[in-house]
């Protein structure tokens, strides 16, 4: 089969990768794709991976390349088009497409509008207020303690959410998303929302529109700086695991937050086919239990645990993308490898700030170890060489089963399979380089603290 994927990150790569794996796949084109997309070639066929510049934002161009290129499966990668009903419009079309159409993407689209359909529908979250002016957001801040959650209502590529020491740092970041000044777009909603303490989870679930099927847990590290300081960026990696969430709370969360989605959602008239990201956090209660709290949806798969995640999958991921199409997710016993994976970001200097691109990047081709891949999230080819065209450039991402002692060994302790994992992952990117690389080096420190 012949499949076209939208979009040009490191998820997109992810994925791309995990089709080129497919013994279903023969022929993989993707819009726009990146330096690393572009080298990439479906095993079955041995036929490189074509790119098509297009900008993701540009409807009538996507459906040109769709039209032209006759795919049998369509799988729509970013948020962007998502929230502008690429779906819809292909569906229309009669193209077989993963994804939400523009009305179950409200989910993440609009903070405002899940914020209201959590609250519908007694979907654990934090207590919240929708403004539409500063005044509103005067009228309100007195309702909460410090710190406060200030959100910008539409997509802002990870960086719309600024948590505020203060209730006039609140006001003036409301009014700079207000006016357009931070984020380059004036919002009509922001959202005030209390501070949930604890630690973040990214849970996802494979939907076919009337049930949702457990894919994997994993966490992002959002802020820039070592120890979880600094600015929110779009991730600075992200790690999965065995023993990530305990089979109760995965339970619990598959039916009281994802399955309770797909079936208010279909009530809605909005049906949900496809990737359900549930960002929780999981807030520790005095009596010792924990308390799942739900963050934000994001209606695609994640950036970058992505990375992370398909490095673990057994099952097919065609198999994933029709079940979630035909309404046969329940159906589908979806396989993880036992053990860990984890993705690092190497970001460009000045990231989540002011960055250049264009930046010669050294050492790609010094990874060898199969365990190991680097996705390209934001490069470009020029001059013969692959050089940074974004803020988010590399997830190196590595993959680790469980470690087993060697014959004849001493009682040194073993390292844990996420440890081996992220050994690997940061093995392999101490030999790539590009001018200002940033990364972080703390990757996992929660699990490794908790033993996983």
């Not at 997710?329 to 190497?346: D, E, N, Q, R, Y």
């Not at 013969?384 to 004849?408: D, H, Y």
Request: aromatic residues 6%; hydrophobic residues 45%; contains cysteine.
């Amino acid at each position: 089969m012949k499949v076209l994927v939208i979009g040009g990150g490191g998820r997109e790569h992810a994925i791309i990768w995990a089709l080129c794996r497919s013994a279903r796949v023969t022929e993989v084109a993707c819009a726009p794709g990146n330096a690393g997309i572009a080298q990439a070639r479906v095993q079955g066929s041995g036929l490189q991976v074509r790119c098509l510049p297009v900008d993701v934002g540009d409807l009538a161009a996507i459906l040109r390349i769709a039209q032209a290129e006759r795919p049998d499966l369509t799988v729509v990668g970013p948020e962007l088009p998502l929230a502008l009903g690429l779906v819809d419009k292909l569906m229309h079309l009669k193209f077989r497409v993963f994804g939400p159409k523009q009305a179950a993407a409200r989910l993440e689209t609009s903070k405002s509008f899940a914020k209201e359909f959590m609250q519908r529908h007694r979907i654990p979250t934090a207590a919240h207020a929708i403004c539409t002016s500063l005044g509103e957001v005067r009228q309100e801040l007195p309702r909460f303690a410090v710190p406060i959650v200030v959100k910008a209502d539409g997509l802002a590529a990870g960086k719309g959410v600024v948590i505020c020491q203060t209730p006039l740092q609140a006001e003036q970041t409301a009014a700079q998303m207000f006016s357009g000044a931070l984020l380059g777009v004036a919002e009509t909603y922001v959202v005030l929302e209390e501070f949930l303490d604890g630690e973040e989870v990214s849970f996802f679930a494979l939907c076919d529109g009337k049930h949702a099927v457990a894919l994997a847990a994993a966490q992002d590290h959002k802020r820039v700086g070592e120890g979880d300081t600094g600015p929110n960026t779009g991730g600075m990696g992200a790690y999965t695991g065995d023993g990530l969430l305990s089979p109760p709370m995965e339970k619990w969360l598959l039916k009281n937050v994802a399955q309770r989605v797909v079936d208010e959602m279909a009530l809605e008239g909005a049906p949900f086919h496809g990737i359900l990201f549930c960002g929780m956090m999981m807030v520790p209660q005095r009596n010792g239990t924990t308390l799942p709290m739900v963050l934000e949806f994001n209606t695609r798969f994640g950036d970058p645990e992505t990375q992370a995640i398909l490095l673990r999958l057994e099952t097919d991921i065609v198999d994933l993308f029709d079940a979630a199409i035909d309404g046969t997710a329940h159906k589908l016993a979806i396989k993880m490898k036992p053990g860990a994976s984890a993705c690092v970001i190497a970001a460009s200097g000045g990231y989540p700030g002011k960055y250049t691109v264009g930046l010669p990047i050294a050492g790609l081709d010094s990874v060898h170890d199969p365990d190991t891949v680097v996705f390209h999230s934001g490069t470009a080819a020029k001059d013969g060489a692959i050089v940074t065209a974004g803020g988010r450039v590399l997830g190196i991402t590595a993959v680790s089963g469980p470690v087993a002692a060697a014959a004849g060994s001493t009682n040194t302790p073993l390292p844990s399979p996420l440890q081996a994992a992220l050994d690997k992952a940061y093995g392999a990117l101490d030999g790539i380089a590009f001018d200002g690389m940033q990364f972080r080096r703390d990757i996992g420190w929660r699990a490794l603290r908790d033993g996983l």
